[in-house]
């Protein structure tokens, strides 16, 4: 805040270089994405010169194109997963869950991490991917094919 007016600092890089990374995009994602920017379309059209036009290169502005506060997403979150009966979980624990559901369906330790856009693997494999009960399950039946029965 500055001479109490809030003011926006846009970042057009990554916070690291092995976070800048091309990644697959699901139907579901790209059909969400392009009703997004049909919206946007239209906002502007029914906003004519009261549409913000500094940002058109951004994904996600608000109805008259301003940028969404950057911690909108964190702090919209808990909301969220109160009205769906979900456990209280923060925003970013959402990145641990993806790399556990990746390694629980068997995707290599090594995609995980570059899907995570993490430069060591052992901060992918020892600080967000968790094992499930199901895996121990799967540990204990491999090991136990090496014991006579």
């Given at each position: ?42 906002n502007r059209k029914i ?16 109805d008259m194109g301003e ?83």
């Open positions: 805040m500055v001479n109490g007016k809030t003011e926006p600092i846009c970042k057009n890089r990554p916070k690291t270089k092995s976070s800048c990374r091309t990644l697959p995009i699901i139907p579901q994602f790209e059909d969400f994405l392009l009703t997004l920017r049909e919206k946007q379309k239209l906003c004519g010169n009261c549409y913000c036009q500094d940002y058109l290169d951004y994904v996600y502005v608000n940028p969404i506060k950057p911690g909108y997403l964190t702090q919209a979150f808990p909301t969220f997963l109160k009205k769906h009966g979900l456990r209280p979980i923060r925003f970013h624990d959402l990145r641990h869950s993806n790399a556990s559901m990746l390694h629980a369906t068997g995707v290599a330790m090594k995609e995980i991490q570059q899907w995570l856009g993490h430069s060591d693997i052992g901060t992918t494999s020892n600080i967000y991917t968790h094992l499930d009960h199901d895996s121990n399950i799967s540990s204990a039946l491999a090991i136990s094919k090496h014991f006579p029965t």
